[in-house]
């Protein structure tokens, strides 16, 4: 089955992946569902799908409370229809620091927005995507989580991300046979608002060697664009594999 003329929710469209991600979904027919909290950057992303030829709609919402997803499912689904597509893309990095510095409120919003609320949209969608035999899962994650000691001082984005995996793999062993596809996409690392932040904010949190990497590659030109991640992970949208932790560099 194509992707064209199917409805998509994408959780952090504003800008940098998700925002290209949304932008390729609709150049592919698909109608947009762009969520995130910043109102100018999902104009910009719904004004760039539009200028394609594609149609989006901007669902300004804060997803650190999992309890706004319901509400964020009924607007798409009144104003594009129910979404059998769902990348689950939006995520903190926070909090950085040594495990001693981090509190438990911290934890908590971590795993609230990089676990929870993404199984809370799986949950609110699954019984659409189940009754149309056909639906696309993917929960965009890291490759921290491959070796989460390269990382230190991102505890709890490592941890989140692991966990964000294996609730993917066992969701997609839940639902096999049904048509929805479950898995996991590694994006690489990317030139976006993310690594800046980390580049701006993560001296002295981010152990110094750690902190030395992420601004040596952008140094030297090593972050991959946002577009191209995009298009590895549209390459693989439409087929039938699920329970796949793909990785942006992995051939297609
Ligand atoms: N960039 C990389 O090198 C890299 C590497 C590995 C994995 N990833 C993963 O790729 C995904 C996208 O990252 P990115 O680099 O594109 O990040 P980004 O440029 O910072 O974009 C993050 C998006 O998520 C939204 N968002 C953040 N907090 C939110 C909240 N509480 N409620 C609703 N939306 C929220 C942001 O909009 P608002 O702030 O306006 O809400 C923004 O649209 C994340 O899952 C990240 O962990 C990125």
């Known amino acids: 089955m194509s992707l064209y003329g199917k409805v998509a929710l994408v959780t952090g469209a504003g800008r940098g992946i998700g925002r290209s991600l949304a932008t390729a979904l609709g150049e592919s027919g698909v109608r947009v569902g762009c969520v995130a909290r910043s109102q100018d950057e999902l104009s910009r992303t719904v004004e760039l799908v539009t200028s394609r030829g594609g149609s989006a709609l901007a669902v300004p919402a804060d997803l650190s409370d999992p309890h706004s997803v319901p509400d964020v499912v009924r607007r798409v689904t009144t104003q594009l229809g129910a979404p059998l597509i769902l990348i689950n893309n939006a995520a903190t990095v926070e909090p950085l620091g040594a495990v001693g510095d981090l509190t438990p409120d911290a934890w908590n919003a971590a795993f609230r927005l990089n676990v929870i609320t993404p199984a809370a ?22 490759a921290v989580v491959a070796r989460p000691e ?39 690392s990317v030139d976006t608002a993310m690594q800046a932040l980390i580049r701006r904010t993560g001296r002295g949190r981010l152990h110094a060697a750690t ?8 140094e030297e030109n090593k972050l991959i ?7 590895s992970l549209m390459a693989r949208l439409a087929g039938d594999a699920t329970g796949q932790v793909w990785d942006v560099h992995d051939p297609c």
């Open 121 to 142: 949209f799986s949950a609110a969608l699954l019984p659409g995507m189940t009754a149309a035999g056909w639906g696309r899962i993917v929960n965009v994650s890291s």
């Open 150 to 188: 390269t990382m230190i001082g991102g505890n709890a984005y490592a941890a989140s991300k692991a966990a964000l995996e294996a609730h993917t793999l066992n969701l997609a062993a839940e639902l096999a046979g049904t048509g929805v596809t479950v898995s996991v996409y590694r994006p690489g």
């Open 211 to 218: 902190y030395t990497r992420f601004v040596r590659s952008h």
């Open 225 to 231: 664009s946002p577009d191209d991640s995009a298009r």
